[in-house]
């Protein structure tokens, strides 16, 4: 009696949703669009489609003077290109021309990947390719943190306060930039119901330094007023 599920398949299946979990617990303790349900869905229907792609290519060899051949990996392609449409669709630009969620798009495109691997049968080349991602987006970022040159140990932070008199921007900005705040760009705007100035700057600081300890710091510069601060 043929059994109705291949083992091998649902080990497939079992180590592709693994894999897919840990790729999506990644992204869901970091409250990123894209967490566990996701990931799952991505991997296993990757992982499924690779099977039934490989599976109908050796099962169809033709009979009689009918020869029909197919690429073992066509659905792959296919689910590789179709994948970025779900990329694209957590890639934000912000309204400070700021671009957040590249990083979790690529995450559903390895997803995808991890997928069609274990699929295919390279068990040991998917635990080993999660692993190098996890190790890649946790563990290297905070070794060049501690280690690595002065410009990967900030981040960027949006300034937003308004002044009265603009005779004093020049004064507010250079007393800001004496507290170790660097500041990386610059729009100034015009209240005129309010009779004040807007100045947005962005700005970079130690990565250790706590928004809050910014906030306060820059409350007790002169001139300032409701002050607003955004991390990119």
Same mark, same amino acid.
Request: aromatic letters at 6%; proline letters at 3%; hydrophobic letters at 50%.
């Given at each position: 009696?043929?059994?109705?599920?291949?083992?091998?398949?649902?080990?497939?299946?079992?180590?592709?949703?693994?894999?897919?979990?840990?790729?999506?617990?990644?992204?869901?303790?970091?409250?990123?669009?894209?967490?566990? $349900?996701?990931?799952?869905?991505?991997?296993?229907?990757?992982?499924?489609?690779?099977?039934?792609?490989?599976?109908?290519?050796?099962?169809?060899?033709?009979?009689?003077?009918?020869?029909?051949?197919?690429?073992?990996?066509?659905?792959?392609?296919?689910?590789?290109?179709?994948?970025?449409?779900?990329?694209?669709?957590?890639?934000?630009?912000?309204?400070?021309?700021?671009?957040?969620?590249?990083?979790?798009?690529?995450?559903?495109?390895?997803?995808?990947?991890?997928?069609?691997?274990?699929?295919?049968?390279?068990?040991?080349?998917?635990?080993?390719?999660?692993?190098?991602?996890?190790?890649?987006?946790?563990?290297?970022?905070?070794?060049?943190?501690?280690?690595?040159?002065?410009?990967?140990?900030?981040?960027?932070?949006?300034?937003?306060?308004?002044?009265?008199?603009?005779?004093?921007?020049?004064?507010?900005?250079?007393?800001?930039?004496?507290?170790?705040?660097?500041?990386?760009?610059?729009?100034? $705007?015009?209240?005129?119901?309010?009779?004040?100035?807007?100045?947005?700057?962005?700005?970079?600081?130690?990565?250790?330094?706590?928004?809050?300890?910014?906030?306060?710091?820059?409350?007790?510069?002169?001139?300032?007023?409701?002050?607003?601060?955004?991390?990119?």
């Amino acid at each position: 009696m043929e059994w109705l599920f291949d083992v091998e398949i649902l080990l497939k299946l079992g180590l592709s949703s693994i894999l897919g979990l840990i790729i999506g617990l990644e992204r869901e303790l970091k409250r990123k669009p894209v967490g566990l $349900k996701t990931s799952l869905v991505i991997s296993i229907v990757s992982c499924l489609l690779t099977i039934v792609s490989m599976e109908s290519a050796y099962k169809s060899p033709g009979s009689g003077d009918i020869n029909i051949t197919m690429d073992p990996l066509r659905l792959a392609a296919q689910i590789v290109s179709g994948i970025g449409f779900l990329g694209a669709g957590v890639i934000l630009h912000r309204r400070n021309d700021s671009i957040s969620g590249l990083t979790t798009a690529a995450m559903i495109w390895g997803a995808a990947g991890i997928g069609i691997v274990v699929g295919a049968g390279f068990y040991a080349e998917a635990i080993a390719g999660v692993a190098l991602l996890i190790f890649s987006v946790e563990i290297i970022p905070m070794v060049f943190f501690v280690f690595g040159p002065s410009s990967l140990q900030e981040k960027n932070l949006l300034l937003k306060m308004s002044i009265k008199n603009k005779d004093h921007i020049n004064e507010v900005i250079k007393n800001i930039e004496k507290e170790d705040i660097f500041v990386s760009g610059l729009r100034i $705007k015009d209240l005129k119901e309010e009779q004040a100035h807007l100045l947005e700057l962005q700005v970079a600081v130690n990565f250790k330094r706590q928004t809050t300890e910014v906030y306060y710091t820059i409350t007790e510069i002169p001139y300032v007023e409701n002050i607003e601060i955004e991390s990119l």
